[in-house]
């Protein structure tokens, strides 16, 4: 009786072991990894996204950094990406904001994500918003941010820029990485 009962128990612990994974190879994070690594500076996500840019965002007509410069990133807002050395390949004219929010797919709030800008906020208008401002986002920069609705951290009128960058960190090439602004840049 007692070994059909440790065999019955064991048995159990794997049954229940393999569904909490959901079929996910082991190589590969969960969605409850994933939005644990969104609350502490996205780490471990691949930041690459599409070229394509919001209806209505316009090119900055004179940027400090135009298309095709190679620039360094000076942020830490992402694992890898203060010092790592980028390449221009859009730059646009608008308000960026950092903002705070909780998933959609759940997990912890993110705090200060930086950035998303004027022209992924749902109804936007032309007034930028001010701090503390609560907003619609239409952006999918990160899994879980589409059609959340954050607060606004901060509000910053200035040029954002899409950038492809090898992290310091020797992962994959990033490309078409939404968004960084101006002060986040140098040439040196």
Known sequence: MKKQLAII???SIIAISGCGNNGTPSNQP????ENVNQGMNHANLNHSGSAEVPKGLKEASNPTYKVGSQVIIKS?????MNGATAT????YDTTAYSISYTPT???PKV???KWIIHEEIKNAGSEPFKPGSEVIVQADHISGMNDVTATID???PT???MVDYMPTTGEAMVRNHKWVIESELSTK
Do not use: L
């Open 9 to 11: 128990c064991v048995a």
């Open 159 to 161: 040029t954002v820029y």
């Open 30 to 33: 969960n969605q409850s990894q």
């Open 76 to 80: 830490d807002h992402m694992e890898g």
């Open 154 to 156: 901060s509000a910053q």
């Open 111 to 113: 705090k200060n994500h």
């Open 105 to 107: 797919t759940g997990g």
């Open 88 to 91: 221009v390949v859009g730059a």
